[in-house]
């Protein structure tokens, strides 16, 4: 393919950059800032702006997502210092989507220790790997998860809700977090029903000792109904899209 040859040059001459979308906690009230999820854009020299649903599993499958990955931890946590020192009182965290390969590569867990001995101040919590729930039910990524959990960094399943087994992992697995799939608030329910299920949900995630996140809201509806249901963070456009550098550290300052 086309795109296999340009993304070995992509990285040297900076084609790719991240994205910052906001977490936020749902207080009874308000919302307050927590943290970004970063995610990675392609600009590509003739097809334009790529989103990482197009190139990411191409990464996969012609092994330029090691490359690609070690870039996005290595700049992803170099911006978590920007963020943090921009608002130190704000104790701002980062997460970072991560594939199964990475994971399942041997080398990972030195590469990401390395990293985090250039940042010796950044404290490891700050810093939370997303990795997709499809990808729990493999044995070498369940043991990456333990290690990478033992540097003090801290995990999230992403998409939580879409795959198998979910309910095992949740009570095997060392995660921290699980992010609920923008898919649980397609329509067609009544409030009271919505109500229930997300409760349920919730309370179940939060009976396995994990935080919730709900991604993908798009409503102020939305919103209060994973508030009232529990939730303890929130992440989507009603809230916030994805910002550049510049707009993150205009909503840090306005946040502290
Ligand atoms: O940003 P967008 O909504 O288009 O992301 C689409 C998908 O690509 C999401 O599932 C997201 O997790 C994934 N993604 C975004 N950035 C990265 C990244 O840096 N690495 C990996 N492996 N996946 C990413
Ligand atoms: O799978 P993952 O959660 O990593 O996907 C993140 C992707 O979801 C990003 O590409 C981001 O642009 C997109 N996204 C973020 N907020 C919303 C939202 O409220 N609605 C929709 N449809 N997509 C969103
Ligand atoms: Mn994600
Ligand atoms: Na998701």
Same mark, same amino acid.
């Given at each position: 393919?086309? %795109?296999?040859?340009?993304? $070995?040059?992509? &990285? ?5 950059? !991240?994205?910052?979308? @906001? ?26 702006? #790529?989103?990482?649903? /197009?190139?990411?599993? !191409? ?24 963020? =943090? ?19 399942? $590569?041997?080398?990972? !867990? ?16 700050? !810093?939370?790997?997303? &990795? ?13 998860? /333990? *290690?990478? $959990?033992?540097?003090?960094?801290? /995990? ?8 198998? *087994? ?7 697995? @060392? ?41 993908? &809201?798009?409503?102020?509806?939305? #919103?209060? %109904?994973? =508030? ?10 009603? %809230? ?11 909503? /840090?300052?306005? *946040? =502290?």
């Amino acid at each position: 393919v086309e %795109l296999d040859n340009d993304m $070995r040059g992509a &990285i040297e001459s900076e084609q790719f950059h !991240l994205v910052y979308q @906001p977490i936020f906690a749902l207080n009874p009230e308000t919302e307050r800032l927590v943290g970004f999820e970063a995610l990675l854009r392609w600009d590509h020299p003739l097809h334009g702006a #790529l989103q990482p649903g /197009i190139f990411i599993p !191409l990464a996969e499958r012609l092994g330029h997502i090691h490359a690609m990955g070690n870039w996005v931890l290595r700049r992803a946590i170099l911006q978590l210092q920007a963020f =943090r020192s921009a608002g130190p009182e704000l104790d701002l965290k980062m997460n970072v989507n991560v594939s199964p390969l990475q994971l399942a $590569r041997p080398d990972f !867990l030195a590469r990401l220790a390395d990293l985090l001995a250039q940042v010796p101040d950044l404290p490891r919590h700050a !810093l939370c790997l997303e &990795i997709t729930e499809t990808s729990l039910s493999d044995e070498a990524v369940s043991e990456a998860l /333990i *290690s990478i $959990r033992a540097l003090g960094v801290r /995990i999230a399943i992403d998409d939580f809700g879409t795959g198998f *087994s979910s309910l095992a992992c949740l009570r095997r697995l @060392p995660v921290d977090v699980a992010k609920l799939d923008r898919a649980f608030l397609g329509g067609g329910h009544t409030a009271a029903q919505d109500h229930r299920f997300f409760a349920a949900v919730t309370g179940l995630v939060h009976a396995a000792d994990l935080k919730v996140v709900q991604e993908g &809201i798009e409503t102020l509806d939305q #919103l209060a %109904l994973v =508030r009232a249901a529990g939730a303890d963070f929130a992440q989507g456009f009603h %809230l916030a899209a994805p910002l550049s550098i510049a707009a993150a550290l205009g909503l /840090i300052a306005a *946040s =502290r």
